[in-house]
């Protein structure tokens, strides 16, 4: 596999590489997405922040990147149609559960890796059920600040382990921020 520098310091899309094996240097990519994404197809959307993302982390650091593959993710909610972001405030966070709890929603990530002149450009999709905890359980979450940087407001394996029911249908490193499945193979194929 080719060196790896990760243009993003998210703790999930550590773990994952980390899971895996996987040698890489984090970074912080000076583009920062907006915390609502912008309108259009949520799966060009996210294609298009990851490629801001990679392309921005590749110019701010050119010399850990220079021989490296550079990684990005950006992962966007999907109600209805309708693109949800990151919340700004315990506000907005129960308003996107509220939205999302007992009922299907999407998930999006789309990935881009750069190296030298090439590009691995793609959005991988899920869909999870978020089944009510009860609103006292929502309250304790929400009171915890947990929700705070996280797609729709909040991480599929924390929420398991803290004994939400959740069904997934797709990767459920999708839902985490980076689909490895995917990723493994493109960064083989660069090789």
């Given amino acids: 596999m080719v060196s790896l520098v990760l243009a993003s310091r998210s703790r999930r899309r550590m773990e994952i590489l980390d899971r895996e094996g ?24 996210a294609r298009q922040l990851a490629l801001r993302k990679a392309e921005s982390a590749r110019t701010a650091f050119p010399e850990a990147c220079r021989d490296a593959a550079v990684l990005a993710a950006d992962t966007i909610c999907t109600v209805d149609g309708r693109s949800i972001g990151t919340p700004v405030d315990a506000s907005q ?15 999006v ?17 899920a869909r999870v059920w978020l089944e009510s905890p009860g609103r006292d359980a929502v309250e304790l ?41 995917r990723v493994g193979a493109a960064l083989e194929a660069m090789a």
């Fill in 22 to 45: 996987v040698v890489y240097r984090a970074v912080d990519a000076p583009f920062q997405d907006p915390p609502q994404p912008p309108p259009g197809d949520a799966a060009e959307v």
């Fill in 109 to 125: 990530t789309g990935v881009a890796i750069l190296l030298g002149p090439r590009r691995v450009v793609f959005a991988d999709e």
């Fill in 93 to 107: 966070a129960r308003a996107m559960l509220a939205a999302m709890l007992d009922r299907w929603h999407g998930v």
């Fill in 141 to 181: 979450y929400l009171g915890s600040g947990a929700w705070q940087g996280r797609a729709g407001a909040y991480d599929l394996e924390d929420r398991r382990r803290a004994g939400w029911e959740i069904r997934c249908e797709g990767d459920p490193d999708t839902v985490a921020g980076l689909p490895w499945r």
